[in-house]
């Protein structure tokens, strides 16, 4: 049976497990960052994570879920800390480290959710489901966009519409159809909860030299936060990514299918365990004056990590 980790769904309001993420995973998620269509990449994570976290095929999952699950496996699998290396207008340049679990505790408190009553209407809802992120890859604004992919149940009487068994259109026709002081107290509640979480900070980056604000990313995950954060979260040198591969199998003797089986982390703790042996066996040839006898001597950084 996998190891599976526990991972907060703020839409939901409840935990669930996620599977590890294998070497093989994590080579194809840095891999599709390089992939110039959006789309493709949206689609190439979120098979992934229904791979991780069968569950949320289910669930019609938020942004802030979907971001859940993968602040957690990179937390978990690959690195607790979140190195980013900003560059300044005046060409220099700094790195600072992040917490991974801090972003999760922020992610935790966000919630979205809501109900508004108009009549014998009831109206449910929870955020941008992760299903229509193509849809906001460059909008965020129309207001009928906005309310069809957050509009969770429409209730009117006794009959009771779920938008999960809907494609986009058909609720994007059903919304357009509701009565304009309806949409109109939908969106202004949407509007009051974007806006609060606006003010809030996700990721704030400051300029050592003035202090100034070199980069920020807010609490209202938007299609365009969701991708930066995800681009900070896997974004490696993909000649690292298979250099690590190489170098674990090459000089360490491991099999190919077991290292794709394994996690990121678990990979750099044999590769440590591996390069102590290493220098020990250099320091004992050095020390009886003999040949290193051509054992590699590689850094951990050619890992990329």
Same mark, same amino acid.
């Given at each position: 049976?996998?190891?599976? &980790?526990?991972?907060?769904?703020? !839409?939901? #309001? &409840? @935990?669930?497990?996620? #599977?590890? *993420? ?9 891999? %599709? ?5 959006? #789309? @493709? ?40 800390? *979140? ?23 922020? =992610?935790?408190?966000?919630?979205? %959710? ?6 014998? =209407?009831?109206?449910?809802?929870? !955020? ?18 906005? *309310? ?12 009771? =519409? ?50 100034? =604000? ?52 678990? *990979? ?32 951990? %950084?050619?890992?990329?990590?």
């Amino acid at each position: 049976m996998p190891f599976k &980790l526990n991972a907060y769904l703020p !839409s939901k #309001k &409840l @935990e669930t497990q996620i #599977k590890e *993420l294998y070497y093989k995973q994590y080579r194809e998620l840095v891999k %599709s960052l390089y992939n110039v269509d959006k #789309k @493709e990449t949206i689609q190439q994570y979120n098979s992934i994570l229904e791979d991780l976290c069968p569950e949320v095929a289910g669930k019609d999952i938020t942004f802030e879920d979907k971001l859940s699950l993968l602040l957690t496996v990179r937390n978990y699998c690959v690195s607790p800390d *979140l190195r980013l290396k900003c560059t300044l207008p005046d060409g220099g340049g700094f790195t600072i480290s992040i917490l991974v679990e801090s972003l999760i505790e922020s =992610v935790k408190k966000i919630d979205k %959710s809501g109900t508004v009553e108009y009549n014998d =209407v009831t109206v449910t809802y929870s !955020s941008y489901k992760i299903r229509d992120e193509y849809v906001f890859l460059s909008n965020n604004k129309d207001k009928f966009d906005i *309310l069809a992919s957050y509009i969770d149940t429409i209730k009117i009487g006794e009959q009771s =519409v779920d938008f999960k068994d809907l494609t986009f259109n058909d609720r994007l026709n059903i919304v357009t159809e509701l009565p304009l002081e309806l949409t109109n107290m939908l969106y202004q509640n949407i509007q009051v909860l974007e806006q609060k979480y606006e003010a809030l900070d996700f990721i704030t980056v400051k300029s050592p030299v003035d202090n100034s =604000v070199v980069l920020r990313l807010s609490c209202n995950i938007t299609a365009s936060t969701l991708q930066q954060t995800i681009s900070f979260l896997f974004t490696e040198n993909l000649n690292n990514v298979y250099k690590a591969f190489y170098n674990i199998v090459r000089h360490a003797g491991f099999s190919a299918d077991y290292v794709d089986s394994i996690t990121p982390v678990e *990979l750099q703790v044999y590769w440590m365990y591996y390069m102590q042996d290493v220098e020990k066996v250099n320091a004992q040839q050095a020390e009886n004056k003999q040949s290193t006898g051509g054992l590699p001597v590689t850094n951990n %950084s050619e890992l990329g990590f």
